[in-house]
DNA sequence: AAGCAGGGCAACCGCGAGAAT
DNA sequence: TATTCTCGCGGTTGCCCTGCT
């Protein structure tokens, strides 16, 4: 049995709000509240309007202190942070910035802000791991990743950004075989590089720890304790021999296309340090990885 | 000047959670 | 305890504006 309509679709007015009706529903709810009850209002303010779309032009537009547009630098932080943390709950961090709907939260960050991310953490758009002379991200691309970085008490936000350092994130399944089929196995079997070992261990419940490894996971669900993961440890072949190389080194994966998903990855995906291991969660089809190594 | 494309944003849709019955 | 209903949320849509050709 399907859920009974909110509203009577037929009889109620869509599209946007007249001035004379925000003057309704403002005066209504000012003088009279909302009653607790957003389905009974509209009637009651003698509007044609459904409850819950009343409900959203009030919450957005109509109620006190609402700002709207110039998003501050400082704003911005806090945005990059918190989606770093927590994803796209937008009502959570509407609830840090005084004045701000999530809705106004989610445009901006869906029009603007994931665009500048993303230009900044883009390299050279290639598919490919690069080549062991391509250019590392340029100093302004650690900055960022500085400003992003969620809160990962286990690792330092140096080791995690110098450009001999590593950044993961997650990419969809295919590019995510691809990387294992290909690339992952180029490394492997490249030769006088670094030396990639991959294994597999079944219900890991391993998680970041202070030996610098890290799993990457849904930081909502933060579900992915129980999944099987795979491991893949990197290890210099010879640590006297391979300092200029690892500083010329600069392997990339780079997605032309971000989704939500990757880009909260993106921001909230943190990384090694001493034993360069990585974690990433197999069982989540969905998540991307990058790894710049 | 007209047509087109892309971006920005307001509003809608559908689902999950929790309260009410 | 099961069912129904409302609220609140995030994702998506579609309109309007602006800039480009």
């Not at 007015?13 to 009279?32: F, H, M, N, T, V």
């Not at 303010?45 to 919450?59: D, E, F, V």
């Amino acid at each position: 049995m399907g859920r009974a309509p909110c509203c009577d679709k037929e009889n109620v007015k869509r599209g946007p709000w007249s001035p004379e009706e925000d003057a309704k529903l403002k005066d209504y709810i000012e003088k009279q509240g909302t009653g607790g009850n957003w389905i009974a209002l509209p009637h009651k303010a003698g509007l044609r309007r459904c409850g819950k779309s009343c409900r959203l032009r009030w919450l957005n537009y109509l109620r006190p202190n609402i700002r709207h547009g110039d998003f501050t630098e400082e704003e911005d932080k806090i945005i990059y942070s918190l989606y770093a943390s927590i994803g796209s709950r937008w009502s959570v961090i509407a609830a840090h910035l005084q004045g701000r709907t999530d809705n106004d939260i989610k445009n901006y960050w869906n029009t603007k802000l994931k665009k500048k991310l993303i230009a900044s953490m883009a390299p050279p758009s290639h598919h490919h791991l690069a080549t062991a002379t391509s250019s590392s991200p340029s100093p302004s691309h650690y900055n960022m990743i500085n400003s992003l970085l969620p809160y990962n008490p286990s690792v330092s936000t140096n080791q995690l950004l110098t450009p001999q350092g590593m950044m993961m994130t997650m990419m969809g399944q295919q590019q995510q075989q691809l990387l294992y089929q290909e690339d992952m196995g180029s490394l492997v079997n490249s030769a006088n590089s670094n030396k990639f070992i991959m294994s597999h261990q079944e219900h890991s419940q391993e998680q970041s720890t202070n030996n610098g490894i890290m799993l990457l996971s849904d930081v909502r669900s933060g579900s992915s304790t129980t999944s099987t993961v795979t491991r893949v440890k990197m290890e210099h072949l010879d640590h006297h021999h391979h300092h200029e190389e690892d500083e010329r080194s600069m392997s990339s994966v780079v997605m032309e296309d971000y989704g939500m998903e990757e880009i909260k990855q993106l921001i909230s995906s943190s990384c090694t340090s001493s034993n360069n291991s990585l974690w990433f969660d197999e069982n989540k089809t969905e998540d991307k990885f990058m790894l710049y190594y």
